[in-house]
């Protein structure tokens, strides 16, 4: 997406909100934002909750884009509007959350005759989905479906033939629309229908060759674990050796040296208390002002601590290896073992005059559709 593309999409999403344009420059634009705008990418939620609590007037956000600062004007002060910006990311999100569902209508140019008699406008379900083929390797396609309300049947590629038509939100004087013959819910289990047709028709050597990678994965993995699991009491009897071998050194090397007297120092001086009492500060601040230890200030004023027998660390004990084993071989089949999502974009009503083309039996058979060869 290029600054140019930006700054179009950009221009479009104000112009659907019909926001107040301050300035068009080439290289930057001052917009006034709308209140729905502001709220999604104003950045002040707290300054709306005020206004909406107090019941008052509210001061429009009047905000600069730049789409070249390296063009910008003396003087001129406007936030960089690119495709990797925050901003740019809020109004791709507030784009989809307003325009995920719409209702068009034709607007036919001259259809209206000297007689003024009336046109009918067809309902048409719009739905554009993306189908994800899914192991350690992802595939998505894309499908735009229509599915008539009237006359029941779906066609591809319905966004394609939608743009080339003049739509707008509002019905034409003299157009009506046509009755609903089914509802929406059929119309979202026909193409419920037609998004399993088109998958059986897709090729599945993509899931052979997924299951056959998860299941060299699982052989090594197997292998791995009963090697480990051989190691493991060769490994336990070297601990053992080695803790017997630390056991007999020191004593070997204290036999042969003479008994060493105390020093002065610790036969002369005696202890009446084997904890010296150290005064505390009043309050923590000052006690960690003078370098003490949090657990030390607590202790000193009463808190008590649990003993280590009573501590309940089954939580936090060491996995075994079968455990371990378990857990790993549920990631891999998570991660190499196929499956399929269906995800709805968006979609809308719309009435239309004209009709799409319909697709002759050698586009329906076979895997070239028109939404399949559009790989994101």
């Known amino acids: 997406m290029q600054q140019k593309q930006v700054r179009q999409f950009v221009e479009r999403y104000f112009a659907s909100f019909s926001a107040?344009?301050?300035?068009?420059?080439?290289d930057y634009m001052t917009v006034k934002l709308p209140v729905e705008v502001d709220k999604d990418i104003g950045n002040r939620p707290f300054y709306w909750s005020w206004v909406e609590k107090m019941n008052i007037a509210y001061q429009p956000l009047v905000l600069t884009f730049a789409f070249h600062p390296d063009r910008l004007p003396e003087g001129v002060r406007a936030e960089y509007?690119?495709?990797g910006a925050g901003r740019m990311q809020q109004i791709f999100d507030s784009a989809?959350?307003?325009g995920r569902f719409l209702c068009m209508y034709e607007q036919k140019a001259g259809a209206m005759s000297a007689s003024r008699r009336?046109?009918?406008?067809?309902?048409?379900?719009?739905?554009n989905?993306?189908?994800?083929?899914?192991?350690?390797?992802?595939r998505d396609?894309?499908?735009?479906l229509g599915i008539n309300l009237h006359n029941p049947r779906i066609v591809h590629d319905f966004t394609s033939f939608l743009f080339r038509l003049p739509l707008t939100p509002a019905i034409p004087d003299y157009f009506y629309t046509l009755d609903r013959r089914i509802t929406v819910a059929e119309a979202a289990?026909?193409?419920e229908q037609e998004v399993a047709r088109v998958l059986e028709a897709e090729d599945q050597s993509w899931a052979m060759e997924a299951r056959a990678r998860l299941q060299e994965e699982l052989e090594i993995l197997s292998a791995y674990y009963e090697e480990l699991a051989r190691r493991e009491p060769e490994a336990a009897d070297q601990e053992?050796?080695?803790a017997d071998a630390s056991e007999e050194n020191p004593k070997k090397e204290t036999a042969g040296q003479p008994d060493e007297q105390p020093s002065i120092e610790a036969t002369e001086i005696e202890w009446s208390d084997p904890q010296p009492v150290v005064e505390q500060p009043k309050s923590f601040d000052e006690y960690r002002a003078t370098g003490g230890r949090i657990l030390d200030f607590l202790r000193a004023n009463g808190i008590q601590t649990t003993p280590r027998e009573e501590i309940d660390q089954k939580e936090w004990r060491k996995s075994t290896p079968d455990e371990e084993r378990q857990r790993r071989m549920e990631e891999l089949k998570w991660q190499y073992e196929p499956r399929i999502e269906v995800q709805f974009i968006n979609g809308g009503l719309f009435y239309l005059h004209s009709a799409p083309p319909i697709a002759t039996s050698k586009e329906k058979t076979g895997a070239k559709f028109p939404g399949s060869g559009r790989i994101l």
């Open 81 to 83: 509007l690119h495709l």
């Open 129 to 138: 989905l993306k189908v994800s083929f899914l192991c350690d390797k992802r």
């Open 96 to 98: 989809k959350k307003h």
């Open 189 to 191: 289990k026909m193409a």
């Open 240 to 242: 053992l050796e080695d």
């Open 141 to 144: 396609i894309l499908l735009y």
């Open 20 to 26: 107040h344009i301050v300035e068009s420059h080439p």
């Open 118 to 127: 009336s046109t009918p406008l067809v309902p048409w379900l719009g739905m």
